[in-house]
C-alpha cells in the first residue's frame, strides 16, 4: 500500500532528477539516504535509448552500509498532483513510488556528514521485477552501451556525464557513475563507430554481478 504524506512533499532525486527536476519546488537541498547504492543497471527505452537499443540509467538497490547521494526537493501541497502525475509519466519506464529516509545536508556540509534530521521522502526506483531491469552488467559492456545509445531525451553518454556532474557540484562521489564516465569517455577515443553491439547492447540481460564498493 501507498504511504501517505500529508503536507508539502518532499522527492528525493538521484539520477536525472538531480540536475533537471523539471518542476515546481519550494526548496532544495543534497542529502543522501542510507542502505541504498546507485547502480546503471535500469535499460532505458523512452529517454535515453530506445527499444531496439536501449541505454542504461541509475536506480537504487538496497545494498547494507551503502549511502547514496542525490537532491531533495520540498514540493507545495498544491503542487502535489500535477508534479506527481508530470514525474509518473517521466518515470514510467519502469520506475515505482517508493519512500525513504532522507538525510538533509542544508549548510552543504558534505565531508562532515549532516546533522538535519532526516524528511520522509518519495523516490522512484526501478526494482528488479520491472521490464526494463538489466541486473548487474560488467562496466566495460555498460560502457560502450553508454558510449552509443541515445533516445528523445538526448545520449547516454550526456546522461552520465550530467550526473557525475550534477554529484561533483554537490561535493559527492560515487565510485560507480565516476567509473561508468571515466569508462565511456575511454571507448569514446578508442572503439570504431561501426563496431558490433554485443548481446547486452541490444537488452539482453547478463547473469554476472558486479563486485559491491562500499564508501
Ligand atoms: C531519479 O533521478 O531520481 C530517477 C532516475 C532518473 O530519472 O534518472
Redesign the pocket.
Known sequence: MLEVVQGDLWI???????WRPAFPYRERHPGYIEGFKRRFW?QSTD?RGTPEAPGR???LLAEPGEVCW?MAYRVADEDRESVLARLDF??KGG?QRVYADVLLDRDNRIAGRPADPSVRAL??V?TAENPNYAGPEPIEDIARIVQRARGPSGTNLD?VMR?ADALQNIGACDPHVIELARRACDSLHSEPADAPLDDRARGVPAGEPETSRRR
Open positions: 528525493f532525486g538521484y539520477g536525472s532528477l538531480i535500469q529517454h540509467v541509475v536506480t542525490g517521466r518515470e520506475y523516490v522512484y526501478a546522461y550526473l
